[in-house]
């Protein structure tokens, strides 16, 4: 049985691309709203994940894992 991806590994996998990802490209990804997204983010921080928030003129904000 194949193992199922969780949402919250799913955005770990986005913000873990080089480019990281924006908010509304992890909204779009998982089906969730903003508010949801940053409390999976401070999950995964919560894991020793280091997150960083970067401003984008078109991206707006992007999230990168930097470390853990």
Do not use: F, N
């Not at 990281?20 to 994940?49: C, F, N, P, Y």
């Amino acid at each position: 049985m194949p193992t199922k991806i969780t949402k919250p590994d799913a955005i770990l996998k986005l913000i873990s691309r080089k480019s990281g990802a924006s908010m509304s490209e992890l909204e779009k990804a998982v089906g969730w709203q903003a508010h949801s997204i940053r409390a999976a983010l401070t999950g995964l921080r919560k894991r020793d994940i280091t997150i960083t928030r970067e401003g984008s003129p078109t991206r707006g904000s992007i999230y990168k894992v930097t470390g853990g």
